[in-house]
């Protein structure tokens, strides 16, 4: 669907943008986060409405639409590149429920309604001032009460010794010809050159020296929209707080899970500056300054209906249900989260662990269980929240059942979906995610474990090492040991067959428990 002439207002359309999946979009981490914080959130399961501005190609779209078909997801993208090709995966994945407009944010529909869930990553930073202001009057009026809203941006004071390769990028890309990609290919050759010959800059800055190695690595389409587009700025915190709480919106906690407990963020050291404020909005401007953050994904709610009491949450907002991540998580548990290395350990660690270990339970039924008789309900909740923040907790939609400890059925994947995108993406190169609806989100599988899930669905383990390769033949793409292509036909066999039975011991039996793979 199109709507009037859509303006990109200096943002690039002459290249296409790159496919991604990012959990941190997902309607029930959005909520998670709010109830953490205190904050009631819409229902995250059923019956909410998606609004997803500057969707891209939709991979997170399209997959959020197959893993909550009780909600309604729109997106909009100016670029109708973009949009032509989530409408053919809305078609190929039998989406009933997701709907993709070519517009800019000033011409969305009149019609287009309320929607308890907005998100834009990637755009906020690389717009113009007026196109922000789109999107803020898009928060303001389209956002209903009580409703959450993601943005993600580049933030300060993280990309404050790095503004100036953008800079660098994009003022010699002007001097060259042809498209975006060329452009940036042309900038980046530049880049290095003046890096390797010990510009001044590189020298007084060598972090950005050793960044420079970095951007050789992504993919040339990234990079042309990440630096070329005319507009690109860098936020503080405190002025995107401001700019959204002058569209009437409140600044609720962020992504991930673990950058809402100030704690895992910052160092020892650093703490005592926390304990004398309460005031969210100066901390989030001191972990900023001592973590150097460079990325924030925020979440901001209109009217938010506050809880008086972590507890409240077992009253209003049960629905999510808790489990361990992954099997063979042991205490004490030390995870470094960017900044400090933080450890979870201790008896209420212990008896949540062999909890959550089984069936997924509400956060009701973990207060409830007999196991943790005579621990105040907040102690728990806290440590559950704090295990979800340190990576050994996880969260689902609907019940899950602990992973089968071996699959030795045939694979069936139920959500067309998931097919579709099986065929599409398997051995393109980059990580595919499949929709999985007791999760509500996306999973991320390896290029090659999707082509494994594949050949096993299409022809079962009969032959399967020699499907998988001769995939890999035919479609050009290497395999690699220690960073090199493998080129001997014996040792490549080999890996491919040590690749397929990590697939099937490890990979397999955890998608069966999240539904996105069911036995034959
Ligand atoms: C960096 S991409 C991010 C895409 C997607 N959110 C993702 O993370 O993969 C930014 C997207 O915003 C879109 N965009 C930029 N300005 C826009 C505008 N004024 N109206 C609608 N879409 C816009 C671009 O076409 C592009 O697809």
Redesign the pocket.
Known sequence: MTTKA????????DV?????F?PH?APAALSYVAALNRVVPPAAVSGFRYL??????????TTLAAANPGGEFIG????PE?VASIDRDIAAGKLANARAIT?????LPADIGRFEFI?????FS???DD?RR??LAIARQRLAPGGLLLV?YNSMPGWAHLQPIRGILRQYAQLRQGDSVQKIRDALAYLVFIRDRHARYFDDNPKAAAYVDGLLKQDIR?LA??YL?EHWTSFYFSEVAGMFGGAGLSFVGSLPVFTNFWDLCVRPEFQELFRTTSDRLVTEAHKDFCANTAFRWDIYAKEPRLMASPVDRLELVDDLHFHVARPGITLPHAVNLGVVTSTIQGPLYERLLALLGGPSRRLSEVVAAPELQGTPAADVIRAVDAGVAMGIFELANSPLEPAPSAFAGGVSLPSAFNRAILVSDALGGRPVALASEKTGSGHTLGDLDAAVLHELFEGGRGGLVERVESRLVATGRSIQQEGKPVVDAEARRQLITAACDAFITSSLPQLVRLGIVTAT
Not at 6 to 13: F, H, L, M, P, V
Not at 52 to 61: D, Y
């Open positions: 859509a303006s990109a207002a200096g943002y690039i359309t296409a943008y790159i496919p991604g990012y979009m997803e501005l500057g969707c891209g190609l939709g991979r997170s779209f909009v993208d100016v670029n973009h517009s800019d944010f000033a011409g998100a834009l990553h990637g755009v690389w717009v113009s196109v789109d999107i993600s990234y929209h990440e587009n």
